[in-house]
């Protein structure tokens, strides 16, 4: 059982504060019937509820996509920097939603925030092939060799080997600008591989994961909640292997 407010703030449309009063003013239907109380409880896995006639469609789980700004971390808590979590009004934040993996302090893009652990885990394995795409702009003039470099495997740093990884350039010169698609995490990975091949990178933003697209409206540091569409979408992306 849940309580109203939390049910109906938990959908992103409404602050618990605007839930009361529209309870107050009787917009809220439960069953059919008007809701007492915002604080009265219901299943949320049978309740019917509607506000102003509209049917409120509860999910188990929220998930925000955030077009992140430099200089937040990717964390739920940080002792003294801004996370990403401080870009949520309250209401959201009191959903205990945490980052789906991290993007550097200074990468910028798409980032899921969710309190789902299960699937958030999936999105991340590289056993279930959610490729991510990142837009990288580097010092230095990137070439046919950098490609194929990617292509094979690359080992960064000390021995680390990654996988076939993809790079496609967009334009090439003093500096240049390309798309790279990894299927896994490591830490720093694409500006360790793109420094491992003598272009450091000067901006970072990902772009998709599996076949969910930054929203373009989004500003930076901007969030909507993923609508349903882009929930299976992104389900149907996580193929068993
Ligand atoms: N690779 C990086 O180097 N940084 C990120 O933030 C994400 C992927």
Known sequence: MQRLDKLLAGTGKWSRREVKL???????LADGAPAPSSEEKYDPETVMLTVDGENVFWR???????????GYLSATE??????VLDLLPPDLQKLELFPVGRLDKDTEGLLLLT???QTAHRLLSPKYHVDKVYYARVDGCLEEVDCRAFEMGMTIGDGLVCRPAGLKILTAGAQSECLVTLREGKFHQVKRMLAAQGKPVIYLKRVAMGKLTLDEKL????????????LNMLRGNMEDT
């Open 22 to 28: 529209l309870v107050k003013q009787g917009r809220v």
């Open 60 to 70: 188990k789980h929220t998930w925000v996509m955030l077009n992140k700004p430099d």
């Open 219 to 230: 500003r930076i540091g901007e969030f909507r909640l993923l609508t349903e569409n882009e």
């Open 78 to 83: 940080d002792g003294k920097g801004k996370t």
């Open 115 to 117: 309190d789902d652990g």
